[in-house]
């Protein structure tokens, strides 16, 4: 059951962009970061309760999503960090596919396993954990 609500488009204008180019195009266009490959998470607002579009490294195994809440080693989560805390279903757009799942912060060695798959997408994760004290928080999506 797709996430309903009104859209809020995020502050960060090239993200932004991506998103709503990457959706438009149902992700024939803006689907790479540096030719990489990148899904758009819908989330609900933790405070607003409204739709949130964040674009994201594609880590997939097996049916499953990793999203990485890095922002770029910053010391604090992104707020998209809080609203898969508060409203753990999520919408994910993979290409041209939408399909709804249920997000799930992962810990110790399962995060590890995950950590090493999203670093081989995005190598920088690992440069990202250098930069800061924070634990950068995963979370695995499962389809419901
Ligand atoms: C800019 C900010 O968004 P954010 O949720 O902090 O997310 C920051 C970034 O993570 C986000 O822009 C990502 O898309 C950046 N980004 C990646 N960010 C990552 O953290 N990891 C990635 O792997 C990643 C890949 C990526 C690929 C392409 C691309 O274009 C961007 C990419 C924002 O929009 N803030 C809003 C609020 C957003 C929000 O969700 N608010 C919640 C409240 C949240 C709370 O409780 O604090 C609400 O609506 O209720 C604001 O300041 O008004």
């Given at each position: 059951m797709p996430l309903t609500g009104e859209y809020e488009p995020s502050t960060m204008g090239w993200a932004r962009e991506q998103a709503e180019l990457y959706e438009r195009t149902d992700g024939a266009?803006?689907?790479?970061?540096r030719d990489r490959p990148v899904v758009v998470m819908t989330s609900i607002g933790a405070k607003s309760g409204k739709l949130r579009k964040t674009p994201l490294m594609r880590v997939e195994h097996d049916g499953e999503y990793a999203v990485v809440?890095?922002?770029?080693?910053?010391?604090h989560h992104p707020a998209w960090y809080y609203n898969l805390v508060a409203h753990p279903q999520v919408e994910l757009q993979d290409g041209a596919v939408k399909r709804d799942y249920v997000a799930r912060e992962v810990t110790g060695e399962e995060r590890e396993i995950w950590w090493r798959r999203a670093a081989e997408v995005w190598p920088d994760y690992d440069e990202y954990q250098k930069k800061?004290?924070?634990?950068i928080p995963v979370f695995v999506l499962t389809p419901i």
């Open positions: 266009e803006g689907a790479t970061l809440a890095s922002l770029g080693g910053a010391p800061t004290d924070r634990v």
